[in-house]
T-cell receptor
């Protein structure tokens, strides 16, 4: 019972590099989202998707890009990494946009040097 | 807009002590309310939820009651264990808020770290 799977678990990037954080869910959930977690800030929404082919911005979208070509996958792309993007990133999915229960991945700890 | 305010941590208790973590909210519609828990090194997982006023959510000995009159959803447990040490997040989802200027998205509080000592 995989649930929400994120890869990689840890990553170190140099400033200016790009990379993609992967997220996959096997629950056939329509709604997927990306959050970042920073000390004292709680979780902040980066981007979300209400279904394949539909994405929208959250609270802190700058510097990130997403796409949703399938129901299962929702990758997050960092276009040009900056030290301010050092954070722990969580992907989540829920059955629908009503968020009756969100399932979270285990997180990706990203450090940008 | 929608927001959640929860008590600042960290909270340190001895085993078998009573726990209360306060949570209040602001919402434009009629939100659903949640408590999520994050154990060290893991993602968040749903602890309990309530979808309408006066509902009580409960799980693993934790309880929270949806109080519309005080816009609160405080988390309580009568006797905490060392294994309850984690970060607790209060959250709301306001699906009816879209047409009222609100948002259907989950909004989280900043989290409260709980440490329970033996």
């Amino acid at each position: 019972n995989a649930g929400v799977t994120q890869t990689p678990k840890f990553q170190v990037l140099k400033t200016g590099q790009s990379m993609t954080l992967q997220c996959a869910q096997d629950m056939n959930h329509e709604y997927m989202s990306w959050y970042r977690q920073d000390p004292g800030m709680g979780l902040r929404l980066i981007h979300y998707s209400v279904g394949a082919g539909i994405t929208d911005q959250g609270e802190v979208p700058n510097g990130y890009n997403v796409s949703r070509s399938t129901t299962e996958d929702f990758p997050l792309r960092l276009l040009s990494a900056a030290p301010s993007q050092t954070s722990v990133y969580f992907c989540a999915s829920s059955r629908d946009r009503l968020n009756t229960e969100a399932f979270f991945g285990q997180g990706t700890r990203l450090t940008v040097v | 807009g929608n927001s959640v305010t929860q008590m600042e941590g960290p909270v340190t208790l001895s085993e078998e002590a009573f726990l209360t973590i306060n949570c209040t909210y602001t919402a434009t519609g009629y939100p659903s309310l949640f408590w999520y828990v994050q154990y060290p090194g893991e993602g968040l997982q749903l602890l309990l939820k309530a979808t309408k006023a006066d509902d009580k959510g409960s799980n693993k000995g934790f309880e929270a009651t949806y109080r519309k009159e005080t816009t609160s959803f405080h988390l309580e447990k009568g006797s905490v264990q060392v294994s309850d040490s984690a970060v607790y997040f209060c959250a709301l989802s306001d699906p009816g808020g879209v047409t009222q200027g609100g948002s259907e998205k989950l909004v989280f509080g900043k989290g409260t770290k709980l440490t329970v000592n033996p």
